[in-house]
């Protein structure tokens, strides 16, 4: 934050952009967050006047993936859900009024990061007296704009895994295990195929310990009827899991995925990634893929 500070005081006057990320205080602890709360505000009063000509957008990419939380539900939205908050500098809400009021709509529909994008585009090309174009491969609006209609997660090119819309109902955790054993299997599949990267060292075999959490989706009446779906969300052929299961030592995951059933053949799949629940350090360090990073324990063959 303080060579932030030392950016907007070198360049005042100057047209800039200037693009800030920070992790280290709020991603591996929840309430850790809380102790950089005076300093944000700090920051953002001290810098009050220089902001007057700056549109100011201070977001997150996603919510929070560890700790004990990420096993409610609550827990679950907020990861999929991040913050984002966007003031537009006083002379420029008091010229166009309306983008402020498109804003406090929008705020009320999905949006998705190519939104948040799109609407940088839109601030570099400055063309605030009509709509902005929408970028059609990516379903993006600038912000700025209405969002008139309803939007799906597969309107909007969100993965099932990912998507806020469905409701849950809780089952039993041992109506689960079926799914449970179906996400162990894909996972020893993956460790399978790919393994360690490095010499006289595997990935150990997940085995089930106990399923943490298990909840059936119900997709809202709309995403049932949406012809976009085509066939990919629920429409009573198939239910979806979501299943939070605990595998047994060495590796001790908590994981958690969604596992699609069909139900006229029986047949499970997991659909999506493969979420990691609970911290794991280096227990991957014989490893380098993406995915297997989240769910191998490396031991020594």
Same mark, same amino acid.
């Given at each position: 934050m303080r060579y932030l500070q030392?950016?907007?005081?070198?360049?005042e006057n100057y047209r800039k952009?200037?693009?800030?990320?920070?992790?280290?205080?709020?991603?591996?602890?929840?309430?850790?967050?809380?102790?950089?709360?005076?300093?944000?505000?700090?920051?953002?009063?001290?810098?009050?006047a220089k902001f007057n000509d700056?549109?100011?957008?201070?977001?997150?990419?996603?919510?929070?993936?560890?700790?004990?939380?990420?096993?409610?539900?609550?827990?679950?939205? &907020?990861?999929?859900?991040?913050?984002?908050?966007?003031?537009?500098?006083?002379?420029?809400?008091?010229?166009?009024?309306?983008?402020?009021?498109?804003?406090?709509?929008?705020?009320?529909?999905?949006?998705?990061?190519?939104?948040?994008?799109?609407?940088?585009?839109?601030?570099?090309?400055?063309?605030?007296?009509?709509?902005?174009?929408?970028d059609e491969a990516k379903q993006a609006y600038s912000l700025f704009n209405p969002i008139s209609k309803p939007r799906t997660c597969n309107e909007v090119h969100v993965p099932e895994d990912y998507c806020p819309c469905f409701k849950e109902l809780n089952i039993q955790p041992q109506e689960g295990f079926e799914a449970a054993e179906a996400i162990l299997n894909y996972a020893n599949k993956i460790m399978f195929q790919k393994n360690s990267t490095l010499e006289?060292?595997?990935?150990?075999? =997940?085995?089930?310990?106990?399923?943490?959490?298990?909840?059936?989706q119900i997709p809202p009446q709309k995403l049932i009827?949406?012809?976009?779906?085509?066939?990919?969300?629920?429409?009573?052929?198939?239910?979806?899991?979501?299943?939070?299961?605990?595998a047994k030592p060495p590796s001790n995951a908590v994981i &958690?995925?969604?596992?699609?059933?069909?139900?006229?053949?029986?047949? =499970?799949?997991?659909?999506?990634?493969?979420e990691r629940n609970n911290k794991y350090g280096n227990t991957s360090y014989c490893v380098t893929d993406r995915t297997l990073k989240k769910i191998c324990h490396c031991v020594k063959i």
């Open positions: 030392e950016f907007i005081d070198k360049y952009f200037a693009f800030h990320w920070s992790q280290d205080m709020s991603h591996d602890y929840l309430n850790l967050i809380g102790v950089a709360d005076v300093d944000i505000e700090d920051f953002f009063l001290r810098n009050e700056s549109i100011v957008i201070f977001f997150s990419d996603h919510g929070h993936r560890y700790d004990s939380i990420r096993e409610t539900a609550v827990g679950r939205l &907020e990861s999929r859900l991040p913050y984002l908050s966007i003031r537009i500098p006083p002379a420029l809400d008091k010229k166009y009024s309306h983008l402020k009021k498109n804003l406090m709509a929008n705020s009320k529909k999905m949006t998705t990061q190519f939104d948040l994008h799109r609407t940088l585009e839109h601030i570099v090309e400055a063309k605030f007296d009509f709509d902005y174009s929408v006289g060292f595997s990935c150990s075999t =997940l085995a089930l310990d106990s399923v943490n959490d298990a909840s059936v009827k949406d012809p976009q779906v085509d066939g990919h969300t629920s429409t009573g052929l198939r239910l979806n899991y979501r299943i939070v299961l605990q &958690e995925a969604v596992v699609i059933k069909d139900l006229d053949t029986g047949e =499970l799949m997991v659909t999506g990634e493969l």
